[in-house]
């Protein structure tokens, strides 16, 4: 058999559409779990109960990274610091399914957030299929059998055994993994790093909680404090601890920082952490040598982890070895990516061993039977992550009922035309091929401002939408039927300058006892009418901050916005 019938045989549409399937959902507390679980739940397939869903959560509740917890783990179950809200106003943040209650502040706290996943797990009556305090701990491909007693007391074949934390081992024909990148610190390679560490004398910001949190003795005299990282977290806390009055100088370590130093309410930038040399010295890109640093923290982002994958003919750790195209045979988890996926979900390449020749495939961009049992969900980073995941979620609940739609062709095509894109973006001349290689790997789910998020999620619905395939004879599709469309004030109103100028009004709103007048009541008319009345609240409040006299907006205030 050759490689192409190989392909096509394997996509055919199911001879035996009544056969029970389980689907196992690794994070299913999140939003990336709690999506793809009531997507299931609202498919056919689920409704005739063929499908049968279980959803695990390794915390005692939902909500993800919006789920407080003390920093008493290693590393803390969540980076959730006291003072944190949202950085996306909540009509655009949340999920586009299910939107936050009538007056609910616009820039939510982390409670309000948490609250809202709860919400949406009871009203689609998710639940009953969540297994709270259970952790997957090992994912494997697998010939073993399992006992299907929902239909039959004969064994049947399984693709997936996944081993949980209460020492139980289930059986899986789908695995969706939406376990978050918000857990695993990400420490910067500077010389010096350990030993600050192990002095106790610099940690990652996934501990810190709030000023009086941080661990250093109450009566020991800070001269300056430096916190690195430009992210939103590591300006968060800078300012946080400027105006507790931690150290004498809180300086803020952020790339290009040193160009054009600036000093007001107490925070000092910096520029770029090279080095953190013996005692209390560190060094920083533009040359400055900086004295009398007692304390670091490292808000420098965190990285992917996908530690159940103990098997490497799943997913190797690395970047590519080599350039595309042709892509690789196999899957590669990096510290920001897994390659090659398609349109960030799903594995281009086999995930246990082919019978497939692979050597046909040396002058051929294609992969050898892609694995469709698998899939990842919130993966992607610079979007608005619950109404991303929701679509990546019919993407996914599409292709798993209707594997024949998918098309090996123009989703290979697309990740190499991204790659390309990505390589004239990002290289230069004097870039070594490893060097670019690296750089576009960092950078391949991460979303730049503008249309992309968009028309990623415009283009998810339109496949995943039933309605655009027969519904019977031969290429038959069973699926939800219906899409969204991403609205032009969604993307008007989701650009980082307007973001931000809403959250500095905002606030502005807050320091003055009249944020809550302005939500009393809005959405309260529900459905449509209801968000209506967000959408015009919104674009009310742009206005606002627009004409607001003496609102000046810093590199900061752009910082915290950035998604």
């Known amino acids: ?32 779990g709690l999506a793809s679980l009531k997507t299931i739940v609202q498919s056919p397939q689920f409704e005739r109960g063929i499908w049968q869903p279980v959803s695990y959560e390794a915390r005692e509740g939902l909500g993800g990274v919006w789920l407080p917890a003390p920093p008493t783990t290693n590393p803390p179950e969540t980076p959730l610091y006291d003072s944190l809200i949202t950085n996306v106003a909540h009509p655009i943040m949340g999920f586009d399914s299910f939107w936050y209650p009538p007056s609910t502040p616009v820039f939510p706290k982390a409670s309000q957030v948490q609250k809202y996943s709860e919400s949406y797990a009871e009203h689609f009556k998710l639940k009953p299929y969540i297994r709270l305090n259970t952790r997957v701990d090992s994912i494997r491909r697998t010939d073993e059998s399992s006992i299907d007693t929902s239909t039959t007391s004969t064994p049947k074949k399984r693709k997936w055994k996944v081993k949980l934390s209460t020492g139980e081992a289930e059986f899986f024909d789908f695995v969706i993994i939406a376990n978050g990148h918000y857990h695993k610190p990400l420490y910067p390679s500077v010389p010096g790093i350990d030993q600050w560490l192990d002095a106790g004398n610099a940690m990652h910001s996934v501990w810190y909680r709030n000023p009086q949190s941080l661990p250093i003795p109450r009566d020991r005299k800070i001269r300056k404090l430096l916190v690195v990282g430009g992210s939103a977290s590591g300006t968060d806390i800078s300012r946080e601890l400027a105006l507790h009055g931690v150290a004498d100088v809180i300086l803020h370590s952020v790339t290009g920082g040193g160009e054009a130093p600036q000093f007001s309410n107490g925070i000092q930038t910096r520029g770029r952490l090279v080095e953190l040399r013996d005692a209390d010295t560190v060094v920083f890109d533009d040359g400055v040598i900086e004295k009398g640093v007692d304390f670091v923290i490292l808000g420098t982002g965190y990285q992917l982890a996908l530690p159940f994958f103990d098997d490497t003919s799943i997913c190797e750790n690395g970047i590519p070895p080599a350039t595309v195209p042709p892509l690789p045979d196999d899957l590669w988890k990096s510290t920001h990516t897994v390659f090659p996926l398609a349109s960030h979900i799903f594995p281009l390449t086999s995930t246990s061993p082919s019978s497939v020749d692979t050597s046909a495939l040396t002058s051929s961009s294609l992969s050898p039977s892609p694995d469709l049992s698998l899939a990842f969900v919130g993966i992607t980073v610079r979007a608005a992550v619950f109404r991303t995941v929701e679509a990546q979620a019919r993407a996914v609940v599409h292709v798993f009922g209707n594997p024949h739609t ?76 219906g899409r969204v469309v991403v609205p032009e004030w969604e993307k008007k109103l989701l650009t980082q300058k307007n973001q931000t100028l809403m959250r500095k009004f905002w606030k502005e709103l807050e320091r003055r006892g009249e944020a809550e007048r302005w939500v009393k009541g809005v959405g309260e008319a529900g459905g449509m009418e209801g968000r209506r009345e967000w959408i015009r609240l919104l674009e009310r409040l742009l206005e606002a901050a627009k004409a607001e006299e003496g609102l000046e907006v810093t590199e900061d205030d752009y910082r915290l916005t950035r998604l």
């Not at 559409?17 to 959902?25: E, F, G, L």
């Not at 990505?422 to 991460?446: C, F, Q, T, V």
């Not at 979303?447 to 031969?474: H, M, N, T, W």
Request: aromatic share 10%; with cysteine; charged share 30%.
């Open 406 to 481: 998918f098309d090996l062709q123009k989703e290979t095509d697309g990740v190499l035309s991204r790659w390309k894109e990505l390589k004239h973006r990002l290289s230069s001349p004097e870039m070594s091929e490893e060097d670019e290689r690296k750089r576009i790997i960092r950078e391949w789910h991460r979303f730049v401002e503008g249309p992309e998020q968009f028309i990623y999620r415009d283009e998810l619905y339109k496949f995943a939408d039933a309605s655009r395939y027969p519904s019977s004879g031969p290429g038959a599709v069973e699926g939800i039927s």
């Open 1 to 32: 058999m050759g490689l192409q019938e190989s392909i096509s045989e394997s996509f055919q549409p199911s001879v035996n559409n009544n056969v029970m399937k389980r689907i196992c959902i690794v994070g299913g507390g999140g939003a990336a």
